[in-house]
């Protein structure tokens, strides 16, 4: 995908939840918008889930390896369990780092 194919829909779900959350000063009770809010705000967490899936999976072209997908694991878990963000950065680059040492990329 180029940059330009994923800039694009980032900006236009930006601002279609800028004008959502914008609308909801204004026509906070209205039909409308309590329906556009039901379904922006899990659009906007597919979105970000799918560019980290993306950033995880790949780099560039290529497989970006299992040392990766093992930290970014580790760090999903740990952030899940609500450790703090230094535990979560160093512990998944722990992981990383220590199966690219491994052989394991």
Known sequence: MSD?????????????????????VRFGG????????RWGDPAVIVLI???AATAT?????????????AGVA??????AMRAPLVVVVVAAAAV???LRALGIH
């Open 4 to 24: 330009v194919g994923l800039v694009l829909p980032v900006l236009a779900l930006a601002a279609g939840t800028f004008a959502i959350r914008l609308g909801g």
């Open 30 to 37: 209205s039909r409308l918008f309590l329906h556009l809010q």
């Open 49 to 51: 889930a799918s560019v």
């Open 57 to 69: 999976l790949y780099d560039g072209q290529a497989f970006a390896g299992w040392a990766r997908i």
């Open 74 to 79: 580790t760090a999903a878990g740990l952030a």
């Open 96 to 98: 990383a780092a220590a």
